[in-house]
């Protein structure tokens, strides 16, 4: 099983954080706009989506809450269709990469590791 994640954000390339993808969504169609911003982001479309889980990431610091989806892609990519200031790199990783990048410290935002963990749960 392999895992899709992507280096990406608006900073500069060293600083980014190896993260699950998709950025803000609106709260109207959340499902539809995982489908969408999975494929503008990673190139890939989606062919199957299973909701895992909505979480708030910090809750008492921020209450936005974020819609955490298992996406089924494509075998094969097409063009990324990404904002002007936004660099998203796709990379593809085993179970156990992922793993060992939550262990190292090269994963280690909230978002992703949320989502690994609801994943593993609902598998």
């Known amino acids: 099983m392999k895992s899709g994640l992507c280096a990406k954000g608006r900073?500069?390339?060293?600083?980014?954080?190896?993260?699950?993808?998709?950025?803000r969504?609106?709260?109207l169609v959340p499902r539809?706009?995982?489908?969408?911003?999975?494929?503008?982001?990673?190139?890939?479309?989606v062919?199957?989506?299973?909701f895992l889980s909505t979480i708030i990431c910090t809750?008492?610091?921020?209450e936005e809450r974020i819609h955490l989806y298992y996406a089924e892609l494509s075998d094969t990519a097409n063009a990324q269709d990404l904002d002007?200031?936004?660099?998203?790199?796709?990379?593809?990783?085993?179970e156990a990469e992922v793993e060992d990048g939550i262990r190292n410290g090269?994963?280690?935002?909230?978002?992703?590791?949320?989502?690994?963990?609801?994943w593993k749960l609902a598998r």
């Open 11 to 23: 900073c500069r390339k060293e600083n980014r954080p190896t993260e699950s993808s998709i950025g």
């Open 25 to 27: 969504l609106s709260p």
């Open 32 to 45: 539809l706009n995982a489908s969408t911003g999975a494929s503008k982001e990673t190139g890939y479309e």
């Open 47 to 50: 062919t199957s989506l299973k």
């Open 59 to 62: 809750p008492g610091y921020c």
């Open 84 to 94: 002007p200031d936004e660099n998203v790199f796709p990379v593809v990783l085993s």
């Open 106 to 118: 090269t994963i280690f935002d909230s978002k992703t590791l949320s989502a690994w963990l609801c």
